[in-house]
C-alpha cells in the first residue's frame, strides 16, 4: 500500500514568518503534486513536480522533489493570512489509471 | 469553462437513512473519480470511471455505498444505510482520460464537495 505522511500535521504562525511542510513516503512516484484546500472547496492543484531532484518556484513557494523521487518539501517564504489552509501532497502512482494518493494533510493558519 | 459541479453542498441524515450525491463532471471529460475526505485528512479514491465503466472501486465500502455514471457523463454516489462514520466531504473530480500518450498524467480537477452529516 503506499501512503504518504506530511509533517506538520497543523501550523499555526505569524504572517512574515517561513515554514517548511514534508510528505515523506517509502514508494516512489512518477511524479507529485501539491494542492491546496479552502474550507468548503477542493483541492486546488498548485505544481506538479515529475524529475528526481526538482525544484519549482511559485512566487513565495518553493517546491523541492526528493532524488529518489519518494519525498517531496513545500517551502514558503514571509508567510501571508491568504496563504492559510490545508495543503495536500500527492502521489501519481504508476500504471495507465491515473490515480492520486494524497497524503495526509498540513493544516496551516497564517495570523495577522 | 465551466467547473465540476456537485450538488447538494450540505446534507444532514440520521443513522441508517440513505443519500445520494450528484456530480457533473466538466464537459468532454472522460474520467471521473469519487473522494471521501475525512475532516483535516487527505482525500481517499472511493471510484474512479472511464466513460460509464468502472476503473477502480477497490477502496469502496460495496455493502452500503454505490455509484453509476450510465450515459458516461454525470454520476450519482449512493449511501445506504449510513453510519455514523460516513460522515465526511464527498469530493468529485474529473480528468480528460486515463493516461495520454507516452503515460502523461492527465490533471484532475476538483468539484467543490458535499458535506455529509451523518447523526
Known amino acids: 500500500t503506499q501512503l504518504l505522511e506530511q509533517s506538520p500535521q497543523f501550523l499555526s504562525i505569524q504572517e512574515g514568518e517561513n515554514l517548511t511542510v514534508y510528505c515523506n513516503s517509502s514508494?516512489?512516484?512518477?511524479?507529485l503534486q501539491w494542492y491546496r484546500q479552502e474550507p468548503g472547496e477542493g483541492p486546488v492543484l498548485l505544481v506538479t513536480?515529475?524529475?528526481?531532484?526538482e525544484v519549482k518556484k511559485l512566487k513565495r513557494l518553493t517546491f523541492q522533489f526528493g532524488d529518489a523521487r519518494k519525498d517531496s518539501s513545500l517551502h514558503i517564504t514571509a508567510a501571508q493570512p491568504g496563504d492559510t489552509g490545508l495543503y495536500l501532497c500527492?502521489?501519481?502512482?504508476?500504471?495507465?489509471?491515473?490515480?492520486?494518493?494524497f497524503g495526509t494533510g498540513t493544516l496551516l493558519a497564517v495570523q495577522p | 469553462e465551466a467547473g465540476v459541479a456537485q450538488s447538494p453542498r450540505y446534507k444532514i441524515i440520521e443513522k441508517r437513512q440513505s443519500v445520494a450525491f450528484w456530480c457533473n463532471p466538466i464537459s468532454g471529460h472522460a474520467t471521473l473519480y469519487w473522494y471521501q475526505q475525512i475532516l483535516g485528512q487527505g482525500p481517499k479514491l472511493l471510484i474512479q470511471?472511464?466513460?460509464?465503466?468502472?476503473?477502480?472501486d477497490s477502496q469502496l465500502p460495496k455493502d452500503r455505498f454505490s455509484a453509476e455514471r450510465l450515459k458516461g457523463v454525470d454520476s450519482t454516489l449512493k449511501i445506504q444505510p449510513a453510519k455514523l462514520e460516513d460522515s465526511a466531504v464527498y469530493l468529485c473530480a474529473s480528468s480528460l482520460g486515463e493516461r495520454g500518450l507516452a503515460g502523461l498524467y492527465n490533471e484532475q480537477f476538483f468539484g467543490p464537495g458535499t458535506r455529509l452529516t451523518v447523526l
Open positions: 500527492a502521489g501519481v502512482s504508476g500504471g495507465a489509471t491515473n490515480k492520486l494518493i
Open positions: 514508494s516512489v512516484f512518477s511524479s
Open positions: 470511471f472511464q466513460n460509464n465503466g468502472v476503473v477502480d
Open positions: 513536480v515529475v524529475t528526481g531532484g
